[in-house]
């Protein structure tokens, strides 16, 4: 074998044990001792004097020796031949039990979120129902379905400028401020028991529908248990006969009948000027005869000179008056079409283009209104004496400020629990000025419950107050609810 090819080799084999030297301390905690398990149990030595015990005592500094030294030992015990009376070293024993094995990865899972409130269980219970009468009447089912008997106030809310002609079940009516009057009734239900109150009203505007909410209050009057809604329409009157218009009063009669007209104008014009073409060919022609009897020569005859004829032009006021109907007829069509278009524009309706999600709604006390995730009941609006709201917190508000409660029903009506906030349901005052609600005595209100601290299960309804802190003696005139920051809402116009 060459010199050369001799020296290529051996440089070839140490480069190769320098890679596999290099790689070693690069190999897993584990490797040594996969290395050493298919060894044979060795017998345990006797300790000796060579032989330092197990349980000596190991510097702070010396209990966990470095990888890099540790690996080499336990890599040379694990080539050295097994025999019955080998034992391993001391410093491989310690390094293999003392190694800190390496810490784990963090979870691949987020943090589950926080669980969506439920409403809580409702031991009172209402519904609301109209009754088909001529006037407006209304039935209220009030049921507890607790296991104790209960003390509730019940309150209905009666539409502006109507009046209770009739109530039942002992209630009393009182004005509840402005153009509103409630109708109250204190009552003392067994368990799993039920009552029927019924109010009838007179209306200012009969015939027009009318909306009364009604709720369940504690016996305080201050926390709703439950509330109900229901609006009273008057008996549909009976749809009076229509006769219908003669065929020659009918738009599509009268439009084919002039397309008809326009088709028979078409054709005698057609027929009478190709009759008139053949009239001028045979006059043409029998005028052209000659003293041989019109038969032919071979020499040309010269040209008659035939005297020019003026052609006939439509009157000018003719087409005058033809130009001023087309063009009355465009102006009268185009202003016929604006019109109609601009009517159907509702200008009552909210802005909800650009971001905003879903359409804004609008509506009275009582009526549910449904935005983007959820659908709003504002029952009814209550505001204290003027400087109320300085007694609770100490002066924290105003000093005429005063507390205006606001007993709202909500509804995830969304397929997935949505959170809401407090910061976004606003009490609108007299001038545009308007406030956000007042979480510490919304707090206070529910029990100390932060209704907003958890978001709403998907298809639960919880009735609750929410409170503002206004100030002046105007209470506000509109509630803008909503779910998000991006939600149109919707808006609550007070009495």
């Known amino acids: 074998m060459p010199a050369s090819t001799r020296h290529h080799r051996a440089l070839a084999v140490f480069v190769h044990c320098l890679g596999i030297l290099a790689a070693v301390p690069a190999l897993p905690a584990a490797a040594p001792e996969a290395a050493a398990t298919p060894r ?33 030992s336990a890599e040379a015990t694990a080539t050295r031949t097994p025999g019955p009376a080998a034992t391993p070293p001391p410093v491989a024993m310690v390094a293999r039990v003392t190694e800190p094995t390496p810490p784990s990865a963090p979870p691949a899972m987020a943090p589950p979120s926080r669980a969506p409130a439920s409403a809580p269980p409702q031991q009172v219970t209402v519904a609301v129902a109209p ?15 607790g296991n104790a008997p209960v003390e509730t106030t019940v309150r209905q809310e009666l539409p502006p400028g109507s009046s209770p002609t009739a109530i039942s079940g002992g209630g009393r009516s009182t004005r509840a401020g402005g153009s509103t009057t409630e109708v109250t009734w204190r009552l003392r239900l067994p368990a799993h028991s039920s009552t029927t109150l019924g109010t009838a009203l007179a209306a200012t505007a009969p015939g027009q529908p009318l909306t009364a909410p009604a709720c369940a209050f504690t016996s305080d009057g201050t926390r709703p248990y439950d509330c109900a809604t229901a609006t009273w329409k008057a008996a549909a009157a009976p749809a009076a006969e229509v006769t219908e218009a003669p065929p020659w009063r009918r738009y599509p009669v009268l439009l084919a009948g002039l397309a008809v007209l326009l088709l028979i104008s078409a054709a ?21 005869g000659g003293p041989d009897g019109g038969r032919g020569t071979i020499y040309p005859r ?29 102006v009268g069509t185009a202003g016929w079409t604006a019109t109609r278009q601009v009517s ?8 909800t283009s650009g971001a905003w999600m879903g359409t804004g709604v609008t509506g009275p006390v009582g009526v549910p209104l449904r935005e983007s995730a959820f659908e709003f009941t504002v029952y009814r609006m209550s505001c204290g004496a003027a400087g ?9 508000a105003p000093a005429n400020g005063r507390r205006c409660q606001a007993t709202v029903g909500v509804r995830n009506v969304t397929g997935e629990h949505q959170p809401w906030h407090g910061q976004l349901q606003r009490a609108y005052l007299p001038g545009g000025r308007w406030v956000s609600t007042d ?4 707090r206070a ?47 609550v116009h007070m009495p």
């Open 131 to 145: 009754e088909n009468s001529p006037a407006p009447r209304y039935r209220i089912q009030v049921r507890n379905v």
């Open 445 to 491: 209100a529910n029990l100390g419950r932060d209704i907003f601290a958890d978001p709403m299960a998907a298809g639960t309804r919880m009735v609750l107050p929410l409170v503002f802190t206004v100030d002046g003696r105007d209470p506000p005139q509109q509630l803008e609810l909503r779910s998000g920051v991006f939600s149109a809402g919707v808006r």
């Open 268 to 288: 005698l014009l057609w027929v009478w000027r190709r009759r008139r073409g053949r009239r001028v060919t045979a006059a043409a022609l029998a005028g052209n």
């Open 439 to 442: 979480e510490p005595a919304t």
């Open 40 to 72: 044979p149990p060795a017998a345990t030595p006797q300790p000796t004097a060579a032989t330092p015990r197990p349980t000596a005592a190991v510097p702070p500094g010396a209990a966990t020796p470095r990888p890099s030294a540790a690996r080499p």
């Open 388 to 396: 109320s709201a300085a007694k609770t917190d100490g002066g924290a």
């Open 302 to 330: 010269p040209a008659t000179p035939r005297p020019t004829r003026r052609r006939r032009t439509p009157p000018v006021w003719l087409l005058v008056g033809a130009a001023v109907a087309v063009l009355a007829g465009v």
């Open 344 to 351: 159907q524009i509702d200008t009552r309706k909210q802005p």
